[in-house]
């Protein structure tokens, strides 16, 4: 028996630091998530106006803060949330191991190992740490390590990767690495770097952001000295002007609506067991257009089962259930396929065994010799009888894609010590087959109808994985490639473009498909469940996990599917097309303030004319006709496919009432020097157009009509006109009086007019009905 190390040799490793007690934690610190939604420049700019404002106390104009504050705590709250579920997924009972010290067997935790424990492990053991076999034979499964599920067979000095499973045998084993230095953990800490968000939301409000900063600054310092000095509006008029500016440039409302709408993706989605860590995955899988699935857990459910047997000796066939039951008892193999057999049939005791050959990949047979019945063997069909022995269903069913067992009997025959089989007659036929997911078919076709290229990447032998991708009705099956031929990554990244179907995998190569993918402007999803996984998944523009799989996986992916069921899919990207279709809709409302705010900006800086709104009444409009209705409609199913991109479409759209609101503020400025209308009735004419400018984009982002939009049209337009009336005190307006109520009917049916006829002309020039809107 193996001596072990002494209780001195493990203290003095434990000193050096040599013990295996790294934990591995990819996932986002509480700072880093307080960080990332607290520092951005959208918040910097905000914040640095209300500072202003507070510093000449214009308390009432601070309204504007709660939409910032309450951005920041969803975003902040949501990602926590997420990121402690992950983590309580991740909680498994502390496994023991047995190790040899001071000549004797103890048993201790995994995390009290330390550099060159001698370590016995057994089947159905995993291995705790790096590994080199010194004694024993045994056979590893180390599938989710490397994606490959064949078994491979460990002797002496053959090295046992940390994660890996022994399927059968039995070692003693010395540790050669421990905590970051195994294989598993070095893996994973490359994928310790948070990649940044890809969202075509959030990129649109920080381009809008950054334009705004190069602009807001020397505009808020012109606008201010024009108010003080050359207006001598004093300190407190001057920055309420100047902000009221700067402010209505900054989309404020639509981050929240945008943080809104994806939350409630996120809460959707988690009724469905989709747990959504990074909530702005919910719209970047709205725009994949390449999904690169795994085998194992993903198209299949990754369950070996038996789906059929064939009993082939009429002899026997009352007595199988006994036979197998017996062999089953007495056999210490382990491996997934027997964990199959094992699940399908009753263990017995009826018949008593004198000799056991465990399975082994060499000689891919097991066999047990019992005392009344003789030998049963079972195995590969073609290991056990001549190929001319073997029935036609053994064919059919490997044509199929199925895995294949025969077992069979020798009534008179004897085990003898160099593993040879006297000869047998067949005594049953098994089917076994990993599972086709429920659903799988309909997934991948209709994510094919939608448009999204499938690539299936695997560690496991090409052709089967081929065989499972045709059951599962994937198109291009029969293009498969085995990667391990391709010795460059030049060569890789030319059979990205050639291959549907990759096996023999590596996880360099995992990555570098998906950077290739990604080089050729594809938008990339990767689904996974294994460490062999993690580098791919960490470079992927939107990932998911399976919750079955390893720890690694579930931290670091955008998605992490509860069930396990990639078959959930289509309700993500509905989830992704709803978020983005309603926000499309609805932004160009939220963005005629900021085109309107920084042309009106301009002319005041050039003109030395004060800003003819102030901060709370832009505050009312944030609320009453950009938020209120916006979040209603957000809540609308859309499953249409995403067309264009959603700026350049927002900015479009909002264009046009954008520019009508610059020139009825100088109309109306023009009419009120040639009427004489006090400054009063003025700023109030200008607001009332403003709100019904305003009110005209909420009507056209509501049709085509139905009785919500008819009722937050109604309520949206009484609602704020009301409001304005109830309010003129604090937002410093007045009524229309019966010198500038003519002006406004007359001016707001024209408004009507204009753009009625540019929006039919855009309309037909594009070939869109109101249903396409």
């Not at 050669?176 to 070095?186: E, L, R």
């Not at 993903?298 to 039951?325: C, N, R, W, Y």
């Not at 309107?596 to 002319?603: K, T």
């Amino acid at each position: 028996m193996k001596k072990g190390l002494s209780s001195q040799g493990v203290e003095s490793r434990k000193q050096q630091g040599l013990q295996n007690d790294y934990e591995e934690n990819v996932a986002k610190t509480t700072k880093d998530i307080i960080y990332d939604n607290v520092m951005t420049l959208f918040n910097f700019l905000n914040f640095g106006i209300a500072l202003c404002l507070l510093a000449v106390g214009a308390y009432s104009n601070l309204a504007f803060l709660a939409i910032i504050l309450v951005n920041m705590t969803m975003g902040i709250y949501q990602e926590i949330h997420a990121r402690n579920l992950v983590q309580k997924l991740s909680i498994v009972a502390k496994e023991n191991v047995t190790v040899i010290r001071d000549g004797k067997r103890q048993s201790i935790s995994t995390k009290e190992l330390v550099m060159d424990d001698v370590v016995l492990i057994s089947a159905g053991e995993q291995v705790p740490s790096d590994m080199k076999v010194i004694d024993g034979k045994a056979e590893a499964n180390e599938a989710l390590l490397t994606g490959e599920s064949d078994l491979i067979e460990k002797t002496d000095g053959d090295v046992l990767l940390s994660g890996s499973f022994l399927s059968s045998g039995q070692v003693y084993a010395q540790v050669i690495h421990v905590g970051a230095d195994n294989y598993a953990v070095k893996i994973t800490s490359e994928a310790k770097v948070h990649k940044p968000i890809r969202s075509e939301l959030i990129q649109s409000i920080r381009k809008v952001s950054k334009f705004t900063s190069f602009v807001i600054i020397p505009l808020g310092i012109i606008l201010f000295i024009e108010g003080y000095f050359i207006r001598e509006s004093g300190m407190k008029g001057s920055v309420v002007a100047s902000a009221a500016a700067l402010l209505g440039m900054l989309p404020k409302g639509l981050v929240l609506l945008i943080s809104i709408a994806l939350t409630t993706g996120v809460i959707k989605l988690a009724k469905k067991r989709i747990l959504v860590q990074d909530m702005y995955a919910v719209e970047t899988l709205a725009h994949v257009d390449t999904l690169c699935l795994d085998k194992t857990g993903t198209i299949t459910e990754g369950k070996m089962s038996v789906q059929k047997v064939a009993i082939l000796h009429s002899t026997f066939s009352d007595s199988f259930p006994l036979i197998i039951g017996s062999y089953l008892a007495e056999s210490t193999d382990n491996n997934i396929t027997m964990q199959a057999i094992r699940n399908h049939f009753e263990i017995s005791n009826r018949y008593g065994a004198v000799k056991t050959l465990p399975f082994s990949s060499e000689k891919k047979w097991g066999a047990v010799q019992f005392n009344e019945i003789g030998i049963v063997a079972l195995g590969a069909p073609e290991k056990l009888f001549p190929k001319d022995r073997l029935p036609k269903e053994v064919f059919e069913a490997q044509e199929q894609g199925y895995r294949t067992l025969m077992m069979g009997i020798s009534p008179d025959g004897v085990l003898n010590d160099n593993g040879e089989l006297p000869p047998l007659e067949p005594l049953a036929l098994f089917e076994i087959d990993d599972p086709i997911r429920q659903n799988a078919n309909e997934t991948l076709a209709y994510l094919r109808e939608e448009g999204v290229d499938l690539k299936v990447i695997s560690g496991d032998n090409p052709i089967t994985v081929s065989n499972i991708a045709r059951r599962a009705g994937l198109h291009g099956y029969e293009s498969y490639v085995d990667l391990s031929t391709k010795k460059t990554e030049e060569e890789v990244r030319r059979a990205v473009h050639e291959y549907t179907i990759f096996g023999r995998v590596s996880p360099q190569q995992k990555r570098t498909i998906v950077r290739e993918l990604k080089a050729n402007d594809h938008v990339v999803a990767m689904t996974g469940d294994g460490v062999n996984d993690v580098l791919a998944l960490r470079e992927a523009d939107c990932s998911i996990a399976m919750a079955e799989g390893d720890g690694a996986t579930r931290q670091i992916s955008n998605l992490v599917l509860l069930d396990s069921d990639f078959t959930t899919l289509p309700d993500v990207l509905f989830e992704g097309r709803r978020v983005v279709n309603n926000v499309t809709r609805v932004a160009s409302v939220f963005f005629i303030k900021t085109i309107y705010s920084l042309i009106l900006s301009v002319i005041c800086a050039l003109t030395t004319i004060a800003f003819p709104f102030i901060p709370i009444q832009i505050t009312l409009i944030d609320l009453a006709i950009e938020g209120y209705p916006a979040f209603f409609l957000s809540f609308e199913g859309d499953k249409r496919k995403i067309n264009g991109k959603f700026l350049p479409t927002s900015l479009r759209n909002a264009s046009v009432n954008a520019v009508l609101v610059v020139i009825n503020v100088v109309a109306v400025y023009l009419i009120a020097q040639n009427q004489g209308i006090n400054q009063l009735d003025t700023t109030t004419l200008m607001y009332y157009l403003l709100i019904g400018i305003s009110c005209m984009a909420v009507v056209r982002a509501c049709l085509p009509l139905n009785r919500l939009r008819i009722f937050l049209i109604v309520t949206t337009i009484c609602g704020i006109y009301v409001a304005a009336m109830l309010f003129h005190h604090i937002l410093e307006v007045g009524f229309l009086t019966s010198t500038t109520l003519p002006i406004f009917i007359v001016m707001m049916v024209l408004n009507i007019i204009v753009r009625t006829t540019i929006g039919l002309y855009t309309m037909k020039k594009n070939g869109l009905t109101v249903k396409d809107l």
